[in-house]
C-alpha cells in the first residue's frame, strides 16, 4: 500500500526485506532474521547510492535493518501512536532527536533522550476544504447532519458489518459517507440494494478516498472510525468529535490513543466486542444509541469540537521538517 501512495506521489521508492520477531514462533523465527540481514545489506546499497545527509524513521520493523546500517547517519525517529511499538522503542536507541506526536509519548523514553513535541503531521492540502465546498462536492444535504465512518486504510470489518446490518436506523439519524476499505467494498454494496430510495440518497459509500479524504473531514458533523495514529492528527485538524472503535487485535496502541482522546473529552469509545454478538452479528444496542446520543446533543458535540480542535497542530508537518533540515546541516 504503501509503494502504490508513494508512487502516485511522484517520490521514487525503494523496498527493502524485513520481518517482524516480536511474537514470533521458533519455526519462523530463522527465516525472519534472514530476511533481516538481508534487509540490512540491501540498506547498504541504497545508503551508498543515495548517500543521505539524515535519516528518518517513523516506526515499523521495516526500518530496523536501516537504522542498523545507517547508524553513523543522523537520525530523526517520529512517533507516532501515543505509545511506541517495540521496533520503535529499538530504532530510539539509534534515534539523534525523537519527535513526538503528544506530550504523553515521553514517559516511554528515557530521560536522556532528546524528544521534541510536534505533533500528528497532516498532508498539504487536506485541510483547504470548506465545510459548504465540502457539502458540494460530496453531494451532501446542508440540511442533514453528516456521519462519517471510515477504519483504518483497508477498513474495519467490525465497524462495516455493525453499519451495513443497521444502516436504515443510522439513515434514519443521518447522512452516512461511508468509506469502507476494499476488501468489505462488495459486502457495501450489497447492503445499499436493500434501501429505498430515499435511504440510497442518504447513503455515500466509497472503497476509498485520497485528495477527496480532506472534504468528508470538513463536512461531516460526527465520525465512526479505527483510533489508528492519524485520528490524532486528522480529527484535531477539523475539531470533527468522534465514536473510536479500537482495533483489538494489534498490542494496545489504538486502545491508547483513544484513551487520549476520550480523557480530554473530544471523543467516546465503544470496544470492538461490543459490536459483535456470538455469533458475529452486529449489535446496534451500542453503536446506534452513541450515534443518536451526540447527535441530539448539541452541548455535547460543541464541547467535543473545541476538545478536539485544542489538540490540533497543523504546522507539525513543518515543525518535522524543520528538525531534519537542522539535523543534515548538523552533519554537513
Known amino acids: 500500500m504503501e509503494a502504490a501512495l508513494i508512487k502516485r506521489a511522484g517520490i521514487p521508492f525503494q523496498a527493502i526485506p524485513a520481518a517482524g520477531v516480536h511474537g514470533v514462533g521458533l519455526e519462523q523465527l530463522p527465516r525472519n532474521l534472514g530476511q533481516l540481514r538481508r534487509g540490512y545489506f540491501s540498506s547498504r546499497r541504497i545508503l551508498r547510492q543515495f548517500k543521505p545527509d ?11 535493518p536501516m537504522a542498523l546500517a545507517g547508524w553513523k547517519i543522523p537520525t530523526l525517529l517520529y512517533v507516532p501512536d501515543i505509545e511506541p511499538g517495540l521496533a520503535l522503542k529499538t530504532l530510539a536507541r539509534f534515534a539523534d532527536r525523537i519527535a513526538l506526536t503528544a506530550e504523553d509519548s515521553r514517559k516511554y523514553f528515557s530521560p536522556r533522550a532528546q524528544t521534541v513535541f510536534t505533533g500528528y503531521p497532516t498532508r498539504a492540502g487536506l485541510a483547504n476544504w470548506t465545510r459548504k465546498d465540502a457539502l458540494k462536492k460530496l453531494g451532501l444535504d446542508n440540511d442533514l447532519p453528516v456521519l462519517l465512518v471510515f477504519g483504518g486504510s483497508q477498513g474495519a470489518r467490525s465497524i462495516n458489518n455493525a453499519v451495513c446490518q443497521n444502516l436504515p436506523a443510522l439513515l434514519e439519524l443521518a ?29 455515500h459509500a466509497f472503497p476509498y478516498l485520497h485528495e477527496e479524504m480532506g472534504a468528508t473531514l470538513a463536512a461531516a458533523d460526527l465520525a465512526v472510525s479505527r483510533a489508528g495514529a492519524s485520528t490524532l492528527g486528522e480529527l484535531p485538524l477539523y475539531g470533527l468529535p468522534a465514536i473510536l472503535i479500537p482495533y483489538p ?9 483513544a484513551d487520549y482522546l476520550v480523557k480530554r473529552g473530544a471523543a467516546v469509545m465503544i470496544e470492538d466486542a461490543q459490536l459483535r454478538s456470538r455469533n458475529q452479528r452486529p449489535l446496534s444496542e ?39 533540515l537542522a539535523l543534515a546541516g548538523e552533519r554537513r
Open 54 to 64: 539524515v535519516l528518518f524513521f517513523t516506526g515499523g520493523y521495516v526500518a530496523v
Open 175 to 203: 447522512q452516512v459517507v461511508h468509506i469502507s476499505g476494499e476488501l468489505d467494498w462488495p459486502n457495501v454494496q450489497a447492503a445499499r440494494e436493500n434501501l429505498s430510495k430515499t435511504q440510497a440518497a442518504r447513503h
Open 249 to 257: 487485535y494489534a498490542w494496545r496502541y489504538q486502545k491508547v490513543n
Open 286 to 324: 451500542k453503536l446506534i444509541p452513541a450515534v443518536k446520543d451526540l447527535l441530539k446533543n448539541p452541548t455535547k458535540m460543541k464541547s467535543m469540537r473545541e476538545a478536539m480542535n485544542h489538540l490540533s497542530h497543523p504546522q507539525a508537518a513543518a515543525e518535522i521538517g524543520h528538525q531534519l
